[in-house]
T-cell receptor, first 113, second 116 residues
């Protein structure tokens, strides 16, 4: 089975940097993705790591260490609009044509002034 | 980018009735779509994998007779919640992946179901 753990809540101030961790235990692994979800909205894709290392996309970066079954999302220059829930997710290569996503427990980020 | 459209966005129904939710891929063909359920402050839980032209694959603990899935074309999957009860009230979201884009899953807008 698949299991992905994240901190439940993180609070930071505007302009700061925050890191959201994700540890996973999976029977299959096809890469680690990150999604953002605002209240009442659909998840939107942020980043994807198939290989170890850091991927940077604007203010957001994502890191993966496959040997440690660990990844994180780094948000820089925090803005109020970044207040949302963030989910890591793993694709299962063995089912659903390799497109099936299992989501982490989710981290609610609150950005304060 | 690819778009997945879900309808309706909100629905209120009486206990015992059925509700159908549609999920369409607008600019790509999806042989596989996924249906998730999300309770407040919780993660997205996969309910089932919808397969075009064949039976859906349900996750453990999901009642296939209660949550009917039909994937009759490459651009449309439907989820019907049958004999709905208040405990079925939740946020239902579909997703699909564009075969031409290997990394990103696209999600519908979600359907907020309230059973009264």
């Amino acid at each position: 089975g698949q299991s992905l753990e994240q901190p439940s809540e993180v609070t930071a101030v505007e302009g700061a940097i925050v890191q959201i961790n994700c540890t996973y235990q999976t029977s299959g692994f096809y890469g680690l993705s990150w999604y953002q979800q605002h209240d009442g909205g659909a998840p939107t894709f942020l980043s994807y790591n198939a290989l170890d290392g850091l991927e940077e996309t604007g203010r957001f970066s994502s890191f993966l260490s496959r040997s440690d079954s660990y990844g994180y999302l780094l948000l820089q220059e925090l803005q109020m609009k970044d207040s949302a829930s963030y989910f890591c997710a793993v694709r299962d290569p063995l089912t659903g044509g390799g497109n099936k996503l299992t989501f982490g427990t989710g981290t609610q980020l609150k950005v304060e002034l | 980018g690819a778009v997945v459209s879900q309808h309706p966005s909100r629905v209120i129904c009486k206990s015992g009735t059925s509700v159908k939710i549609e999920c369409r891929s607008l600019d790509f063909q999806a042989t596989t779509m996924f249906w998730y359920r999300q309770f407040p402050k919780q993660s997205l839980m996969l309910m089932a994998t919808s397969n075009e032209g064949s039976k859906a694959t349900y996750e453990q603990g999901v009642e296939k007779d209660k949550f009917l899935i039909n994937h009759a074309s490459l651009t449309l999957s439907t989820l019907t919640v049958t004999s709905a009860h208040p405990e079925d009230s939740s946020f239902y979201i579909c997703s699909a992946r564009d075969p031409g884009q290997n990394t990103e899953a696209f999600f519908g807008q979600g359907t907020r179901l309230t059973v009264v």
